[in-house]
């Protein structure tokens, strides 16, 4: 079993920076991907940035020039760092790592989510 724990999240300016952090534990060797969905209020759950275990990213349209996602796989952590928010990125901010532990079926954990919420 996977588990992820977010931190990081908070109240920032517009033109501001955050970094979140995701930290992964229990069978961390059957991660493949990990990254961040965000869901803001009335809005369905959109994908942020995504890094495989090999290190590729993808990122959304919105993010790309000022999101940078990141990964340490010796602290088993994945880490987003934003900058240049805006107030549409406020939303609530889920890690997720997709678990191969049960290979072919792969599983998506979550975590508990951290608010992110840009404002003046």
């Known amino acids: 079993q996977v588990y992820v724990v977010e931190s990081g999240g908070g109240l920032v300016q517009p033109g501001g920076s955050l970094r979140l952090s995701c930290a992964a534990s229990?069978?961390?060797?059957?991660?493949?991907?990990m990254g961040w969905y965000r869901q803001a209020p009335g809005k369905e759950r959109e994908l942020v940035a995504a890094?495989?275990?090999?290190?590729?990213?993808n990122y959304a349209d919105s993010v790309k020039g000022r999101f940078t996602i990141s990964r340490d796989n010796a602290k088993n952590t994945v880490y987003l760092q934003m900058n240049s928010l805006k107030p549409e990125d406020t939303a609530v901010h889920y890690c997720?790592?997709?678990?191969?532990?049960?290979?072919?079926?792969?599983?998506?954990?979550w975590g508990q989510g951290t608010q992110v919420t840009v404002s003046s």
């Open positions: 997720y790592a997709e678990d191969y532990s049960d290979y072919p079926h792969v599983s998506t954990i």
């Open positions: 229990g069978s961390i060797f059957s991660i493949n991907a």
């Open positions: 890094i495989t275990s090999g290190g590729s990213t």
